[in-house]
């Protein structure tokens, strides 16, 4: 551990976006002689509300894991994960997707917008799929889209966006629904790097302005340098937490020492 390291409560407390205890995630079954990968490895974690976290770690450390295992997207093979006050283990597969699409927002490298649609009509599909419309929805429409700085791209379609505008319409549309958390995994790996500023940019100003909880998985000390705190993995645990690190403590950090 270089820093704090997360708490080493027992049980999980609600007041934290999202809080892991003693996750753990095994793939492959060493009974048939398949290799074991243990992924996560009783990882505990707590990601307070209204901040911008960044996961950080070598490849293979387990980051995408740990996030699909946050987002109800992977089973964890053992240990607890309450996102929103809302216990995920023992839920259902509709419990689950319901779960997703009322709480969660997600982004990800590939923009995964719908080619035939508008950027408008984008950012309002998974709210409108949830259910969600009136005067809430236009009033939210209109706060994410002017702090994102889209208004002038709404009529447009995806292929008349550049990279970075488009990853803007993912944000929003992960933002538009009001999510207690928002998961972004690598958001700017396909962009350059002024887009890339824009859009991390952008995730930190719905954090500050709209009080979003963003989560981050990025393996860019640049994009890092966006977050509020940062979480390294190695090998399926925690190595350090750090709070606003400057470039050096980040490198130290990820590379196991202290800075
Ligand atoms: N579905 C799976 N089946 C078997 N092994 C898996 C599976 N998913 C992940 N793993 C293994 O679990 C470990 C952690 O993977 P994970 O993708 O979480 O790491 P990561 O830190 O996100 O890596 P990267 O930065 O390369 O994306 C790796 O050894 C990976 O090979």
Redesign the pocket.
């Given at each position: 551990m270089t820093t704090t390291s997360a708490t080493s409560a027992t049980s999980v407390t609600t007041t934290s976006a999202a809080s892991a205890r003693g996750l753990t995630?095994t793939?492959?079954r060493g009974d048939r002689g398949d290799l074991v990968?243990h992924?996560?490895r009783g990882v505990d974690l707590d990601l307070p509300a209204g901040r911008f976290t960044a996961i950080m770690?070598?490849?293979?450390?387990?980051?995408?894991?740990?996030m699909?295992c946050l987002a109800g997207l992977d089973q964890p093979t053992a240990g607890e994960v309450v996102v929103a006050g809302q216990r995920l283990e023992g839920l259902t597969d509709d419990e689950l997707t319901r779960f997703r699409r009322d709480r969660v927002g997600f982004v990800f490298q590939a923009f995964n917008l719908l080619p035939m649609l508008t950027a408008e009509q984008n950012i309002r599909l998974p709210a409108e799929l949830a259910g969600r419309s009136g005067r809430d929805l236009r009033e939210r429409f209109d706060r994410v889209v002017d702090t994102l700085g889209l208004r002038d791209r709404l009529a447009h379609r995806p292929a008349e966006l550049s990279g970075g505008q488009q990853q803007r319409v993912a944000v929003a549309r992960a933002l538009v629904g009001d999510p207690a958390i928002v998961f972004a995994d690598e958001p700017t790996g396909n962009l350059d790097s002024a887009a890339s500023a824009e859009v991390l940019g952008f995730l930190r100003r719905s954090v500050r302005e709209l009080g979003q909880t963003v989560v981050m998985?990025t393996?860019e000390l640049e994009a890092a340098s966006y977050a509020d705190d940062v979480v390294i993995?190695g090998d399926?645990r925690i190595t350090a937490r750090l709070a606003a690190p400057t470039r050096d403590a980040l490198l130290a950090a990820l590379k196991g020492r202290a800075a």
């Open positions: 995630r793939y492959g990968v992924a996560l770690g070598p490849s293979g450390s387990g980051k995408s894991t740990l699909h998985v393996h993995l399926g």
